[in-house]
């Protein structure tokens, strides 16, 4: 009976080991499912820069990335200016809709 229980103890440590080792490999092939994407969002994008007249459109290329990337709601990009040393802030749609719907746009 000892040797019973014995065995199904260790029985019940394998497979939980099991179980977290295949929810981990789970979670990594999810990360690295979101790299390629991110990946390949950025490469269309650094292809479209070589043919893209348009900068604007360019700019809101990249923000959508940036924001997709960092998984936020918005984003904005700044155009740095070193000759004069400033920069301007190129705001993204998401961030002057959340600055109109809070009432400070």
Known sequence: MV??????????????????????LRRSEERLAADLAETKLLQSISSQLI??????????????????????????????FPEKMSCCFLPSKALIRKLSNTGNG
Do not use: P, V
């Open 3 to 24: 040797k019973t229980a014995t065995r199904w103890l260790r029985y019940s440590r394998i497979l939980a080991q099991r179980k977290e080792a295949e929810e981990a």
């Open 51 to 80: 043919q893209e007249d348009n900068i604007q459109a360019i700019y809101e290329q990249l923000l959508n990335a940036a924001t997709a990337i960092m998984h936020s709601e918005m984003a904005t990009m700044q155009m740095l």
